[in-house]
């Protein structure tokens, strides 16, 4: 007519309703968010702009943990724990002054940058003026509910363990040790090799030593709850029965983050061998109960101090190293379904050079077990091997080279994951330079991050935005060049946007990509996809 049509509600067509502008339907790539930028895939499919996380041939990082330019003998009992909320990779040793002979708990900090790399001077603090030993005295870990590092340390001259509390300062970028010392074990004898794990569903933490004083030697664990800047433990729990612990680097407590399920692993006093017993924390109270213990390493065959292990979380099983009296390094394998033990596997021989410092990793974002170790049959080499297989004995990856250089110490490492998808382990060690010794992390990063849409590779491939929210795999509906989308806040009309590096849309360059034109505070014209300038 001559007065136009006015139209109340949508307008279909064919059973379809009109769009205004162009549009076109694509299947869902992953979800589309509403208001998110999408590309065009060269299957058809539109797939969200955003920070993509692939897999690249390892490479390895080094750099100083200390400030001491020289730490000849003085750096022990490494550990090394990733802080989560923070971001954090927090290094925890003992360290003795260039005069004396007696040993403090030390701690620091450092961030991960966006490339992987560990940046930032550390700020370090002493965490107790007590004396610990230089061995088998040091244990930490991190509790992801209260935010707050745990560390356990032995008194060199009573034998007792100490814990304390440790905070995290961002404005210093510290470790801060404001409580008070508590006792765990008062007896005045040597307790050995205290181990720490935090578990996230009962919110509690456990540790475990060799309790010479009260417990004759055994495998005994205290389960403790935080509060604030202390602690409050329940009462000793004896883990190994009636056999003895080794005094020496032979104890591993593994998380599983199932129930409040955990695994000891240990090497007896006498004989041969390596233990793994279940344990399980209460949900109620600061106790636990001793499951049932399988011989990972036959009692047949002999077995050096030093043992390390790592809980595989994606093939539900514990991979162990130990060594035999020649110092050759091998890796065993034993899976646990529920409360069960499976039968261990056969042994992988990693090395022949008399791999005397090693240690394992588990990685969530890799989803298998790596190892570390110093190859002391090659001018103290680093080395580098992943566990490829999923079942049986191990099998690893051909031998990489981390660090050609003589490193004579290697300690316990960490694994992480950052906020921008970096993954990687990280391993605090010593190295001899120059004449000197002195303290240094190595890490392994196997991933990088990068937004699927950039202006040197494929600007032309962003189609603008789906009309509203989509999951993986629907058909969805995309706003196109010429058409408008609302639901902005904030533009100014007049003025270009661009796409951001999660598909989100402002006036920051992200990627390179113009989004459109805006023609209102909350409007914007899809505009044609052309680099930034």
């Known amino acids: 007519t001559s007065g136009g049509v006015n139209v109340t509600g949508a307008l279909t067509v064919n059973g379809a309703a009109l769009q205004s502008g162009n549009t076109f339907t694509a299947v869902a790539d992953g979800a589309l968010g509403a208001n998110r930028a999408v590309l065009i895939q060269s299957n058809g499919k539109v797939k969200q702009v955003q920070m993509v996380t692939t897999d690249i041939t390892p490479f390895f990082y080094s750099d100083h943990i200390t400030t001491e330019s020289n730490m000849s003998d003085k750096f022990r009992n490494g550990i090394s724990i990733w802080d989560p909320d923070a971001h954090r990779l927090t290094t925890f040793w003992s360290q003795k002054p260039d005069t004396g002979s007696n040993y403090s708990p030390m701690a620091n900090t450092k961030s991960v940058g966006t490339t992987g790399y560990v940046g930032g001077t550390p700020a370090q603090n002493t965490i107790s003026s007590s004396h610990i030993p230089d061995w088998n005295g040091l244990g930490a870990c991190y509790d992801t509910n209260n935010n707050k590092y745990v560390v356990c340390y032995k008194n060199k001259s009573t034998g007792q363990l100490y814990t304390k509390i440790g905070t995290y300062n961002s404005s210093n970028h510290d470790i801060e040790f404001s409580g008070s010392e508590e006792t765990i074990s008062s007896a005045s004898v040597n307790n050995y090799t205290p181990v720490l794990a935090f578990d996230e569903v009962t919110n509690r933490v456990v540790i475990c030593f060799r309790d010479q004083g009260s417990n004759s030697g055994y495998v005994t664990a205290y389960v403790g709850t935080v509060s604030g800047n202390s ?17 020496n680097l032979g104890l591993e407590l593994l998380p599983l983050n199932d129930g409040g399920k955990m695994v000891a692993v240990w090497k007896p006093a006498s004989g041969g061998g390596v233990k793994a017993t279940l344990l399980t924390v209460s ?18 065959q002999s077995v050096e101090f030093n043992i390390k292990a790592a809980w595989d979380d994606t093939n539900n099983c514990v991979i162990v190293a130990w060594r035999n009296p020649s110092e050759q390094l091998y890796l065993t394998r034993v899976s646990l379904s529920g409360t069960t033990w499976g039968t261990p596997t056969g042994s992988l021989q990693v090395d022949t050079d008399q791999g005397f410092y ?3 990793q588990y990685s969530a974002a890799k989803g298998n077990v790596g190892i570390m170790r110093i190859d002391d049959g090659s001018s103290s080499n680093l080395k580098w091997n992943w566990i490829t297989n999923t079942s049986g004995t191990p099998t690893a990856s051909t031998d990489q080279t981390a660090d050609s250089g003589d490193v004579k110490w290697l300690h316990k490492g960490c694994s992480f994951t950052t906020s921008t998808g970096i993954a990687g382990l990280y391993f605090p060690a010593q190295y001899n330079t120059g004449g000197q010794q002195k303290a240094k992390a190595w890490m392994v990063r196997w991933t990088n991050t990068s937004c699927n849409l950039s202006n040197g590779t494929n600007p032309h491939q962003y189609v603008g935005f789906p009309d509203q929210a989509y999951s993986d795999g629907q058909t969805a509906t995309i706003k196109t060049i010429g058409n408008t989308i609302s639901g902005f806040s904030g533009f100014t009309p007049g003025t270009k946007y661009n796409v951001r590096t999660d598909g989100t849309v402002g006036s920051d360059d992200g990627p390179g990509t113009k989004a459109g034109l805006a023609i209102a505070s909350d409007t914007l014209l899809i505009g044609n996809n052309y680099v930034a300038s």
């Open 231 to 247: 602690i409050s433990w329940g009462s000793a729990v004896t883990v190994s029965g009636t056999t003895q612990l080794t005094a």
């Open 358 to 360: 090693y240690d394992l």
């Open 283 to 300: 949900n109620s109270s600061n106790t636990l109960s001793v499951g049932s213990t399988v011989d990972v390493v036959t009692t047949s």
